[in-house]
T-cell receptor, first 111, second 116 residues
């Protein structure tokens, strides 16, 4: 089925560890983005990409890196995990009419 | 400043009752408007969107929304709620003509509970 695939669904990290959240889409969308969702704060944009080789920062980029080597993949890297990064992370891709397709999310806990 | 306000944090309705979820926006340009739904533990799913034309738009699952420019509102409605409609609902606004860098501004969501 066409859509956005995120892995893993759940992850527990220790403070200071690093990891990569994977995101892949098969709709040939140029625009991809990463959000974090926290209670009472809605969706906040971390990083986004308007095409392969092009990335930019969103509202809350600190502590996260991204790269976009292909149209399909947009991984999010946590460099040194902190408890403040405990959240649910969503990857989304977007078509030209601003229609977003979201992945099912990654629930990350940093202890 | 650009913003989206969903005044109701939490709403409870009885199954079969009508529903209206409010969304107000502040935006400097003519907006694109969206409603998304998020079921527990799931990602967000597009319910409907308004770009231009008829200000009453129909979406999936029997939902509709009306764009009122004079009130800067885009309220979501459903005539008869089903228990499966219990979820979180998000309103979002985007710019029409900002190129490929255009991003959405999100409301904080309204949590809907449905009583049997």
């Amino acid at each position: 089925n066409a859509g956005v695939t995120q892995t893993p669904k759940f992850q527990v990290l220790k403070t200071g560890q690093s990891m990569t959240l994977q995101c892949a889409q098969d709709m040939n969308h140029e625009y991809m983005s990463w959000y974090r969702q926290d209670p009472g704060m809605g969706l906040r944009l971390i990083h986004y990409s308007v095409g392969a080789g092009i990335t930019d920062q969103g509202e809350v980029p600190n502590g996260y890196n991204v790269s976009r080597s292909t149209t399909e993949d947009f991984p999010l890297r946590l460099l040194s995990a902190a408890p403040s990064q405990t959240s649910v992370y969503f990857c989304a891709s977007r078509d030209l009419t601003l229609g977003y397709t979201f992945g099912s999310g990654t629930r990350l806990t940093v202890v | 400043a650009q913003s989206v306000t969903q005044p109701d944090i939490h709403i409870t309705v009885s199954e079969g009752a009508s529903l209206e979820l409010r969304c107000n926006y502040s935006y400097g340009a003519t907006p694109y408007l969206f409603w998304y739904v998020q079921s527990p533990g799931q990602g967000l799913q597009l319910l409907l969107k308004y770009f231009s034309g008829d200000t009453l738009v129909q979406g999936i699952k029997g939902f509709e929304a009306e764009f009122k420019r004079s009130q800067s509102s885009f309220n979501l409605r459903k005539p008869s709620v089903h228990w499966s409609d219990a979820a979180e609902y998000f309103c979002a606004v985007g710019a029409r003509n900002a190129g490929n860098n255009r991003k959405l501004i999100w409301g904080l969501g309204t949590s809907l509970a449905v009583n049997p």
